[in-house]
């Protein structure tokens, strides 16, 4: 029994405490006086009992109830009823006396009040009674204020002396003796919980979908919070989301009503189930990890930050579905014709029940089969018990769903095993429906009908337990009247006699103690244990062929046993490779222990290493929780097999297996240890019921009893705990000792254990432990005890064994802490006794030093073993020059992202892994091996790649895919889009990969450019004099300006750096070695200062220097421009505008420039040095190209010097005397600068289709008429009816405006009063976005350029007209930020274009990305990130975009005539890039392979892109990564030659062979980063006179060597077309395509770049006759063979062919091109003679031939372009070029022979409808009953036929409106088909007729 209320408390308005504004309440009296002694008084009931505070009221309100609940310290709740009414208050003051009061009362008297204080009544009980609270509070506070004759000390004292039975399902009716009779009922099962209606009404406030995130937000611990206007309402929030937690218990704090006192509680670390008053709304809005849910408004809110778990599919839709029919039953029948009569809604106190049936019946499909988890530790004297959550979650098949995670790791959940653990105790209806209700549950998912039967049974039984006696509930509780609160003379509540209550209290209580109360005994049993656990997910689930799988591995480990070597060895990789599955791991270690008890442990060699790596890639594939169940299975075997190495010395199966984490991972090893120590006591209780006949006697009189042996630890425990009380004192004492001592022994078994799996056979290599373990068992640690046995246990070890090396030392004191926590821990748990406990700690180190010892003979025995036979290292072919500079390292390749070589997706042969070596040269570092799998067979793997492309070298430890243990390796990854994944064997000591590594870092940043492998090839690299090393600190620079300025002075400066002239053998080295700690971008040196005036100490003299200037690539491409010539500014031509200055030929003038440059004529070569300062490192602008047609220029510099104070700053200015006026002055050069480049550009457009070429006067006109002209010719142009020279139909564009992502954005600059800039609209700048549209229209970025007004629609005026309404002369594209202070003087006829680029810095990022997406190092867990979408985010194919479209608008500008200069960034980077690819697009002539090659030597090396700097090439760039602009350069001319595979004379190999070469050091032409550098090296020009100074090899004369002897780099489908000489390709991003340079590889040969160039002539003949003899039927895998060379190709057989019978008829073989030509002539005196045959074609019909004619005119056939000459490589080159069509080689020639072409010529065809009459080539065709019409006559692609099949006659007619003229009228006929009528007209009457007759003689003829 327990008393129905412990405390009756009144509170009231404090007066005292209202000075600081705020309220407070008091307690004025409570009862009873003195606390009980099983409960204290709760603290704080003042604030509770007013959560809003205590405030006054004007008014009387009306009375108000709800309840609050307090937790103790010990976790008890008590809640308290809260019944306030408001008292009238006469003196605010607070000054009256009690004697005032009491003569107040007996005169009764008192005047109306203006103010009302609150006052409380306040009962608290640790019972849950709400409704009898409510009746009890009601009748005293009735009985007070309708002032009833009862007196209400009586009242209060009933209150404490009625006392509850506990026992469930018990009544009790009592009076408080004011005329009420109460019941009071208890629930049949205290542990159930009781809600009434709350739990329903949740639901309606809610609704469905948000109380399930409540649900799942309470049982994942997050912190939830309701707010609402109704404290009542916030109580039965609380108690109805705690409710739905059952079986579950909330420990964290919950409070239901929050005081405003205590809302900084809210930010408490810890979750919380709190309700707060919605007045506090605003303060509970800054909350940023609580979910907030407005009870009134029905909402939540979570936050941002808190990701919520659901519950897992499928329950998480059963759930919301039979909540849903549960909730809303008319939504079943809401569609029905005839809907049933309107029933009455259902019993809310039902509904409830309903609903919380369906979260019971969810959480016993949740924790089904949970207690074959348990596992049993100890049974007596109390029962330890712990949950093996890894073996649960992993057979629900839920180890990835983080909600049961979660909730199997929280509080709640802890408390749910340890309350329901036990397997004898009081069970409930939670305990039935798991064990027995669960299949049912099943059934009834696919059923509503029976699932909704089910939840009602449910929700009955619910209900009993509630309302067990529904009958007997007839209360009757007297209420107050109504309105009696607003009565306006109603006394003060009376202070009660405490006294007196105390002594009826204690009369009532000692009725009580005389009378013995009935106890009803809590009824235990044994708890049912169910079903095992089953998969949640099992119905999604496919088995994948297992069983299959599972026969291997068991014939596999029978082959082993049986020793049958051969067959082991076919089926061990499909046996490995089958073990990633979890069955087959599973029967792996049943085979394996069946071989155990079959005494099969001793092993020969052979027979140990198989099965250890099975164990190991058993291990090795298991996901993390699933881990433990395969691992506990292995541990056993692990010290079962074992193999003889000598006398006395076995190494077991432990020592090979131990590099897995798992054997570091506390809570496996504590999963591990339960389970065994619950067999072990398990079977002590097993052996004494054998033992005790007698107890198993009882239990057979009880009933049919399980069978012994089939008894589970808790069966067992449960007789026993039932036994327990009945058991006298000794032998209680002897079953604890047992279990006690069973634990203990376990514990040792299982520390042995431990230190044979932790303590490494080579202590060398253990790296387990080492900086992982020991934090988290630091943390993990909950003993104070074992923290100081362990540390002086592990000092006393360290102490003794002086003499053990620090190495050793140190392992064993790591192996030491982790046992010793290991073992305290668990002990603790188990109830080990502390003495046993430390006897144990003082074991370990023993057993650690004993191990050591013994393994320490093993592993000395284990070297000795005759090594496994592996495969003999093959040494792969060098280049000539090349040497090893280590040897071999065996090594295992591992196959990495790429999944071609593993099979992978597509199938095919598992070349990798491979076995093999790895070596360094000084040149590559190349893998040469064997594939692992022996069904490959043998082929040989090579994977090699420049050291110099090395990006990145990481150490990695790689799971040995043959040994399947961990080893050491490395990952290679290299910017030829190569990665080399090793790891090293057992041999290779780390010593030895230390070499390596040093060697390779060695190799791949040489001190010298000689070392460089460019010069090293059959050379001896030159005395090198390197500079002294000077201090690297920012002095450096001021200390270099003065010695310009000094040197200046005294006019001895010399060009090369100080030390120059010291030794004349010296080479100079790269000063930039010294200034490694500079920033890349900012080059204020020696070097690039001054402007350093020419010198005579040059090795050579000037004179010979220009000679050599002249052979440069730059002069002869400005001769063949027609750019000027060489002269002084002193000799003027009046014809030409431009001329070649020779004012940079000793790199005085800008030392990244080339010696010679095309500059305006009328600018004198002294003033180009001011101009020159403008710019960055003086790169000022000058011409690089000219239109031949336009005659319109190119233009580059670098970027304009800002105008502000970093201006100044980076303005390369010696003369710092002055800045003002220097500064002043250069811009003013600059101006001067740009009005003669403006005078000396023409003007060009065209009028009526005449070519008018205009050239400004330079000084007849003055500024102002120029202007004017300039503006006229704009209006001329208006008013002409315009045709610009820009095909627009074939642009990269149609419909600009309405591109989404656009590439210019206005900028609104206000128009300065001398600016002409942006007076005739705005100009637009080139945005650079992040992210470019994936339906990205076709733009033509021309017109959009040109259109000022992008409001206009589209279509209003023609794109033509629109760009050349104010085109200006010339287009500057600068960066915006360096435009921004830039002025023009307002006469100059020129427009800046603000550009945003892409940084390098982006570059950089994107091909790092790029990289890891095309050769990723592993095979990406997420099945998400896929190679297009990585690619994608990779951003380099907007960036191609970017630069081509900004290519394609200087190329239309040039082409409409208007001059560009590009000022970008420094002018090395992004304008190269841009630049090259204008003139490319422009001028046919580079793209050839001498024009292609010009372009690069003049635009990429002499222009100076920092080519070793951005491609990493030396030390002093190593910090800055790879930047590769000239590979971004390289793969924007391979996306236009995709576009374009006619126009360029090279194919695509030539370009991989670039991309490749570029950054190898295989050749010389792209080491340095200018011309002035390559001088200074002496690489720049051949020394004709001295043979030996010709050091390193040029990659043009290697290219032109190659192509004279095979058409490895020609494009068979060459054929350019003379009228379309622009390219306008359409470069969306839809059309770019991913280059196969990227991702292509072979494995059989390596790179196919390097070795075309290897091998001797001789070497490749005998190889190809031997190929050619036994060529047959051959397997090409895509990442092995070459597919170029597995692919037919005719040209090159047939050139073979020609060559071989030459070879033959003993004639000297004529070159490959050579017989091309003849053919090619041949083919065009065809063509001719095939058009003199039809001369008769129309002038009208002068459309431009397509590529594609074209291209069937010339060429012999339509081919992929592959290399020639085949036959006479070892290998194939890749494919080069264009994708094969899949028509067959001469489908598409239809030769026009008179058999299919009975009668042609041309007739004039009327267009359908209102057009006009149009010639055409008609061919009557009789083989196919035919009337085609082309375009002309040489056109093959037919434009259109009439079927003559439909033709009912042909008839003469008369000449029609619109005909042509000078025709006859009997010309004239019509043809009439079935369809429509055609009207033709032939040139002659004669003609007519003929066409008429033949036409009708083949319609009769059909």
Same mark, same amino acid.
């Given at each position: ?32 006086? /003195? ?418 039967? =089910? ?204 590099? =897995? ?87 040792? =078994? ?119 036979? /592996?495969? &003999? ?81 990481? &150490? ?190 000793? +790199? ?52 304009? =010097? ?29 101006? &001067? ?174 091909? /790092? ?139 695509? +190999? ?167 030509? &003849? ?15 039809? /001369? ?167």
């Amino acid at each position: 029994m327990s008393r129905l209320v412990d405390y009756l408390i009144v509170v009231g308005y404090d007066h005292e405490k209202t000075g600081s504004g705020e309220g407070y309440g008091k307690i004025i009296q409570r009862f009873p006086q /003195k606390d009980w002694d099983d409960t204290p008084f709760p603290q704080g009931i003042e604030m509770f009992c007013q959560p809003g505070g205590w405030q006054l009221s004007r008014e009387r309100k009306q009375p108000t109830l709800f309840m609050v609940v307090l937790t103790d310290i010990d976790s008890d709740r008590h809640y308290c009823a809260c019944l306030t009414f408001f008292e009238a208050e006469i003196n605010l003051q607070g000054s009256k006396h009690e004697g005032e009061e009491e003569e107040d009362e007996e005169s009764g008297l008192i005047q109306p009040a203006q103010v009302f204080a609150p006052k409380s009544l306040v009962l608290v009980s640790r019972l849950h009674f709400p409704d009898i609270f409510r009746a009890c509070l009601g009748l005293i506070y009735t009985v007070y204020v309708d002032s009833l004759h009862f007196p209400l000390e009586g009242l209060i004292a009933n209150l404490f002396t009625c006392l509850v039975p506990v026992a469930g399902g018990s009544q009790k009716l009592f009076s408080l003796g004011a005329g009420d009779r109460q019941l009071i009922q208890t629930p049949l099962n205290g542990s159930l919980p009781v809600t009434h209606t709350s739990v329903a009404l949740l639901f309606q406030q809610l609704g469905i979908q948000n109380v399930l995130s409540l649900f799942c937000a309470v049982l994942t611990e997050h912190k939830v919070l309701f707010h609402s206007t109704s404290y009542q309402r916030l109580g039965d929030a609380c108690r109805a989301l705690e409710a739905l937690m059952f079986p579950l218990k909330y420990s964290y704090p919950y409070i239901p009503i929050l005081p405003t006192q205590l809302l900084e509680v809210l930010s408490t670390p810890t979750p919380f189930i709190i309700g707060v008053h919605s007045m506090f709304q605003s303060e509970i809005q800054e909350l940023l990890d609580v979910i907030i849910a407005d009870l009134d408004g029905g909402t939540i809110k979570i936050p941002e930050c808190i990701h919520l778990s659901h519950i897992p599919e499928p329950l998480l839709q059963q759930t919301q579905a039979a909540l849903s029919m549960v909730l809303h039953p008319d939504l079943e029948v809401a569609d029905h014709a005839f809907p049933p009569l309107r029933t009455a809604p259902s019993n809310a106190k039902l509904l409830d029940k309903e609903v919380r049936a369906v979260f019971l019946r969810l959480f016993a499909q949740l924790f089904q089969g949970y207690r074959s988890c348990l596992q049993l530790i100890r049974i007596h004297a109390e029962p330890v018990i712990h949950f093996h959550k890894t073996a649960f979650l992993g057979q629900c098949g839920l180890i990835e769903n983080d909600f049961l995670t979660k909730v199997l790791d929280g509080m709640a959940f802890a408390g749910f095993v340890s309350d329901r653990g036990p397997p004898y105790r009081a069970c409930d209806l939670f305990d039935e429906i798991v064990a027995f209700d669960i299949q049912r549950i099943k059934e009834e998912d696919e059923n509503s009908t029976k699932m909704l039967k =089910h939840i009602r049974e449910l929700s009955e039984q619910l209900f009993k337990n509630e309302n067990p006696n529904p009958h007997m509930a007839f209360q009757k509780v007297p209420r107050p009247t109504e309105g009696s609160h607003m009565r306006v003379h109603v006394l003060p509540f009376p202070k009660i006699n405490e006294d007196k209550i105390q002594t009826l209290i204690q009369e009532g209580l000692a009725k009580y103690q005389n009378t013995a109360p009935p106890v009803r005994v809590e009824k235990k049993c044994v708890v049912p244990a169910g079903q095992p656990v089953v998969s949640i997910m099992a119905k999604t689930e496919s088995v994948f062929n297992s069983a299959r799988r599972l026969e291997v591995v068991r014939s596999c480990i029978s082959f082993i046993f049986d020793n049958k070597v051969l067959e082991t060895e076919k089926t061990l990789p499909a046996a490995l490779r089958a073990l990633k599955g979890k069955a087959a791991r599973q029967c792996l270690t049943q085979e394996l222990s069946l071989h155990v008890k079959q005494n099969r442990a001793i092993l020969d060699h052979q027979q140990f290493d198989y099965i250890v790596r099975m164990m190991n890639c058993a291990l090795q594939d298991c996901s993390s929780s699933e881990e433990y169940s395969v691992a506990t299975a292995l541990l056993p075997l692990t010290t079962a097999f074992y193999r003889k190495l000598a006398p006395g010395v076995n190494q077991f199966a432990y020592t090979c297996i131990q590099d =897995h984490p798992i054997w570091t991972n506390q809570q496996f090893w504590e999963a591990t240890f339960y389970s065994d120590v619950q067999n072990q006591i398990r079977a002590l209780y097993l052996n004494a019921t054998e033992d005790r006949p007698e107890l198993s006697l009882k239990q057979k009189e009880r009933g049919p009893a399980v069978p012994d042996h089939e008894k589970t630890a808790m069966d067992l425990a449960a007789e026993q705990l039932r036994a327990w009380p009945c058991l006298s004192k000794e032998k209680q004492q002897e079953l604890v000792k047992n279990e006690e001592s069973t634990v203990f022994s376990q514990a040792i =078994h299982y520390a042995s254990l431990m230190v044979y799996l932790l303590v490494p056979l080579d202590t060398s290599k253990n790296k387990l432990l080492r900086g992982c373990a020991a934090g988290d068992w630091e943390s993990g640690s909950n003993s104070i005890v074992t923290n100081s046995v362990a540390g002086s246990v592990a000092e006393s070890f360290d102490t003794e064994s002086g003499f053990e090396d620090s190495e050793n030392s140190d392992i064993a004191n790591s192996v030491v802490r982790f046992i010793t926590r290991f073992i305290d821990k668990v002990c603790t748990e188990s109830g080990v006794t502390q003495d046993h406990i430390k006897n144990l700690h003082s074991m370990i180190p023993g057993i650690v030093a004993m191990q050591m010892e013994t393994l320490e003979a093993v592993h000395r025995e284990s070297k000795r073993l005759p090594p496994i036979q /592996k495969p &003999k290292i093959l040494r792969p072919p060098l280049l000539p020059g090349e040497e090893f500079v280590s040897e071999g390292l065996r090594v295992v390749l591992d196959p990495d992202g790429r999944e071609e070589a593993t099979g992978g997706m597509l199938g095919g042969p598992h070349i990798l892994p491979a076995e093999g070596a790895l070596f360094l040269t000084t040149y590559r570092l190349i893998f040469k091996g064997t594939p692992h799998d022996p069904l490959v067979g043998e082929q040989t793997v090579i994977r090699s790649f420049p050291v110099a492309t090395l990006t990145k070298e990481k &150490k990695i430890t790689i799971q040995n895919q043959l040994q399947q243990n961990m080893q050491e390796g490395l990952q290679l990854r290299s910017a030829t889009f190569q990665l080399i994944k090793v790891a090293f064997d057992e041999e290779v000591s780390s010593e030895m990969v230390e070499i390596f590594k040093k060697h390779m870092q060695k190799v791949r940043y040489p001190q010298s450019i000689f070392s460089m492998f460019a010069f090293a090839a059959g050379q001896v690299a030159p005395q090198i004099i390197l500079p002294k090393q000077k201090e690297k600190n920012t002095s450096f620079r001021t200390l270099s300006k003065t010695i310009v300025k000094g040197a200046k002075k005294a006019g001895k400066m010399t060009i090369g750096r100080q030390y120059t002239a010291k030794k004349k053998t010296g080479t100079l080295v790269d000063e930039k070695g010294n200034r490694t700690t500079w920033n890349e971008d900012d080059d204020v040196s020696v070097s690039d200062d001054g402007e350093l005036p020419t010198s005579s100490t040059l090795k050579v003299s000037e004179k010979s220097t220009m000679e050599q200037l002249v052979e440069r690539a730059c002069f002869r491409d400005y001769q063949r421009l027609g750019m000027g010539t060489i002269s002084g500014s002193s000799s003027r031509s009046k014809t030409e505008q431009f001329r070649i200055t020779t004012v940079n030929r000793m +790199y005085s003038l800008c030392r990244s420039y080339p010696g010679l440059l095309v500059v305006p004529h009328s600018v004198q070569d002294s003033s180009l040095q001011k101009v020159a300062r403008s710019y960055r490192h003086n790169r000022l602008p000058v011409v690089c190209w000219k239109h031949s047609k336009t005659k319109a220029v190119l233009l580059r510099s670098g970027g304009f =010097h800002g105008k502000g104070v970093t201006g100044l700053f980076k303005t390369p200015n010696p003369h710092t005397a002055a800045p003002a006026s220097s500064e002043s002055s250069s811009s003013l050069e600059q101006e &001067k600068y740009l009005q003669a480049l403006l005078s000396a550009i023409p003007i060009y457009f065209r009028m009526n289709g005449n070519n008018t070429l205009t050239r400004r006067p330079t000084l007849a006109l003055s500024p102002g008429s120029e202007r004017r002209t300039s503006r006229m010719s704009s209006v001329m142009k208006q008013v002409v009816p315009v045709h610009l020279d820009l095909p627009f139909s074939n642009s990269f564009a149609r419909g600009v405006i309405g591109y989404r992502d656009k590439l210019f954005t206005h900028s609104n600059q206000k128009p300065a009063p001398k600016e002409r800039v942006h007076s005739q609209g705005v100009w637009a700048s080139l945005r650079s976005s992040s992210r470019f549209s994936h339906q990205l229209p076709t733009v033509d970025v021309g017109a959009r350029l040109a259109s000022k007004d992008t409001t206009q629609p589209v279509g209003s005026e023609t794109l033509q007209a629109q760009l050349l309404k104010q085109q200006a002369a010339l287009y500057i594209f600068g960066e915006k930020s360096h435009l921004k202070g830039f002025k023009f003087d307002l006469t100059m006829n020129c427009e800046l274009v603000p550009v945003e680029c892409v940084d390098i810095r982006q570059v950089k990022a994107s091909f /790092k990305k790029l990289m890891r997406s095309c050769v990723p190092s592993s095979i990406p867990s997420d099945n998400e990130v896929t190679f297009l979408k990585s690619l994608e985010e990779s951003e380099w194919m907007q960036q191609l975009h970017k630069i081509m479209q900004l290519a394609l608008i200087l190329a239309e500008l040039l082409d409409s005539g208007s001059s560009v200069m590009v000022s970008l960034e420094d002018g090395w980077d992004i304008s190269t890039q841009v630049v090259s690819l204008v003139q490319l697009l422009s001028d046919p002539f580079y793209r050839t392979l001498e024009g292609f090659q010009m372009l690069i030597e003049k635009e990429w090396l002499s222009f100076g892109h920092k080519f070793s700097q951005r491609s990493n090439l030396t030390p002093s760039s190593q910090g800055s990564g790879l930047t590769p602009l000239f590979l971004q350069f390289l793969d924007c001319v391979h996306q236009i030659h995709n576009l374009y595979p006619m126009e360029f004379e090279f194919n695509q +190999y030539y370009l991989k062979f670039l991309a490749y070469h570029y950054v190898s050091n295989r050749f010389k032409t792209f080491l340095l980063d200018s011309d002035y550098e390559r001088l200074e090296h002496g690489t720049l020009f051949e020394d004709k006179g001295d043979k030996q100074a010709k050091k390193g090899i040029c990659i043009w004369e290697c290219i032109n060597r190659m192509h004279k002897r095979s058409p490895l780099f020609f494009n068979y489908l060459y054929g350019p077309t003379e009228s379309e000489q622009v390219l306008k390709p359409c470069i969306n991003i839809s059309n770019l395509k991913k280059w196969d340079y990227y991702t292509g590889e072979t494995l059989s040969t390596g790179p196919s770049y390097d070795w075309k160039m290897g091998l001797t002539r001789a070497e490749s003949t005998e190889e190809s006759d031997c190929v050619v003899s036994t060529s047959k039927r051959t397997i090409v895998w895509p990442c092995y063979s070459s597919v170029s060379r597995a692919q037919p190709d005719a040209i090159t057989k047939l050139l073979a062919d020609i060559e071989r019978l030459e070879s033959e008829l003993n004639q000297s073989p004529e070159g490959w091109q050579v017989t091309l030509e &003849k053919v090619k002539v041949s083919i065009k005196e065809d063509i001719k003679l095939e058009r003199s045959l039809h /001369k008769q074609t129309s002038s009208a019909s002068g459309l431009i031939p397509t590529n594609l004619q074209n291209f069937q005119r010339r060429s012999m056939l339509h081919l992929p372009d592959s290399s020639l000459g085949e036959e006479n490589s070892p290998t194939a080159s890749e494919s080069n070029g264009v994708n094969r069509r899949a028509a067959t080689l001469y489908n598409q020639f239809t030769s026009k022979n008179e058999e299919s072409r009975s009668f042609e010529g041309i007739l004039f065809k009327r267009g359908a409808l209102l057009k006009g009459w149009k010639p055409r080539w008609f061919v009557l065709d009789i083989t196919k009953h035919q009337l085609r019409y082309y375009d002309t006559g040489e056109d093959t692609n037919c434009r259109g036929h009439i079927d003559l099949a439909e033709v009912e006659s042909v008839i003469p007619t008369a000449p029609t409106i619109g005909a042509p003229k000078h025709v006859n009228e009997k010309a004239f006929f019509d043809l009439k088909t079935t369809k429509r009528m055609y009207n033709f007209c032939a040139q002659d009457a004669q003609m007519a007729q003929q066409w008429v007759d033949k036409i009708q003689s083949c319609v009769s003829d059909a």
